[in-house]
């Protein structure tokens, strides 16, 4: 069985921050990994996709994630945050051929300070 | 190209009645998922539909069924309605053969029970 793991439920930084939101998982076969934004009112938008080729994956809105398979990690990182950023931040993990069923971590809410 | 739509967008229900949720997914895509997202569980998988047949299911209970037509589009169903039922319920669409868990989404139906 797969799962999702996010440390921290809320993540505040200063605009200009760096954005380190965490994400864990655990899979039986290698897994393709997603990180997915949403905001107030909205649906979710995908940020990034992990499919097993480059171990860092460069997203939309400057965001980046790395897949460390020694740490079962996925972290999601921003140099400079900007006001924008501020939503709720979505990790997760589908198994190969599981169809398109993907397990979400808990969520981060982000909040950016002026 | 339009999005994925879902509609209604809000509802509300009191307890023992059903619901019926209405999604249309991208032109092209045939992949039709659902999840539901709640404060307390979080975004959880209902199921996905793939030509009219359901590929995968989430752990929930009889109550909630769904079902998808030629032409992609999907409904979801849920029969006597508890008041844990009231949540986000999103859908989602993707590329037909891809089963990657890239997903596009809808900005949700909510749904409240009285």
């Known amino acids: 069985a797969q799962s999702v793991t996010q440390l921290g439920s809320h993540v505040s930084v200063s605009e200009g921050a760096l954005v380190l939101l965490r994400c864990n998982y655990s899979s039986s076969v290698p897994p393709y990994l997603f990180w997915y934004v949403q905001y107030p009112n909205q649906g979710l938008q995908l940020l990034l996709k992990?499919?097993?080729?480059?171990?860092l994956v460069k997203g939309i809105n400057g965001f980046e994630a790395e897949f460390k398979k020694s740490e079962t990690s996925f972290h999601l990182t921003k140099p400079s945050a900007h006001m924008s950023d501020a939503a709720e931040y979505f990790c997760?993990?589908?198994?190969?051929?599981?169809?398109?069923?993907?397990?979400f971590g808990g969520g981060t809410r982000l909040m950016v300070k002026p | 190209k339009a999005g994925v739509t879902q509609t209604p967008r809000y509802l509300i229900k009191t307890r023992g009645q059903q619901v019926t949720l209405s999604c249309s997914p991208i032109?092209?895509?045939?992949?039709v998922s659902w999840y539901q997202q709640t404060p307390g569980q979080g975004l959880q998988f209902l199921f996905e539909y793939f030509s009219e047949t359901q590929r995968n299911k989430g752990n929930f209970p009889g109550r909630f069924s769904g079902r998808q037509f030629s032409n992609s589009r999907s409904e979801m169903n849920v029969s006597t309605l508890e008041l844990g039922d009231s949540a986000l319920y999103l859908c989602a669409s993707s590329f037909p053969d891809t089963n990657t868990g890239e997903l596009f989404f809808g900005e949700g139906s909510r749904l409240t029970v009285l």
């Open positions: 992990y499919t097993s080729a480059a171990t």
């Open positions: 997760a993990v589908s198994e190969n051929n599981a169809g398109n069923m993907l397990t």
């Open positions: 032109s092209g895509h045939r992949s």
